[in-house]
């Protein structure tokens, strides 16, 4: 689970940069239309919510750490792990609603590049591999809670 992390923690620091620079470009254009409002908007939405992914993942990289004191748990904020989700969603979302339009426009005999599909998927599969990720930690964390308050009323009834 510590690679899968670390692959995901890369690939959401590549969606970003992606992300800010593609919002530079949009501004840098002079006539900015309804619909450049709409994805600055979009593109605004993702980054904010990765960027929240960004630190609930390095926030939450400790948690894989073997040297873990077991009575010491650490946790994150509830905000984090809510953005997220979110994050998780909204990449999932994005990469679904992509394939989507390509396969929609498929019908209408344009032609789209292997790297668009490629990267749809990849924007999908990041997106599902880190709620994936967030769920399984989740549960990890709830059986751990179990297991620590188990071992300190056995501590307790020994005293």
């Known amino acids: 689970m510590r690679a899968l992390k670390i ?8 969606f970003l940069i992606v992300m800010a620079l ?16 709409l994805i600055a908007i979009t ?11 960004m630190v609930y993942h390095i ?5 894989y750490n073997n040297h873990t004191s077991q009575k010491k748990l650490y946790k994150v904020a509830i905000s984090l792990w809510i953005g997220a989700i979110l994050s998780g969603f909204y990449f999932s979302s994005i990469g679904f609603l992509s394939f ?4 929609l ?6 032609d789209e590049s292997i790297m668009s599909l490629l990267m749809m998927f990849s924007i999908f599969l990041f997106g599902a591999l880190s709620m994936l990720e967030i769920f399984i930690l989740n ?4 059986k751990h809670r179990l297991k620590q308050e188990t ?9």
């Open 43 to 53: 593109i605004g939405l993702g980054f904010s919510l990765g960027l929240m992914a």
């Open 59 to 63: 926030k939450s990289f400790r948690f």
């Open 105 to 110: 426009s498929m019908l209408d005999g344009s």
């Open 7 to 14: 692959i995901l923690i890369i690939i959401l620091a590549v």
């Open 100 to 103: 989507l339009g390509y396969f």
């Open 139 to 142: 549960k990890q964390l709830k």
């Open 151 to 159: 071992v300190e009323e056995i501590d307790f009834i020994g005293n």
């Open 22 to 37: 593609g919002f530079a470009d949009l501004l840098s254009n002079n006539v900015i239309t309804q619909e450049d409002r």
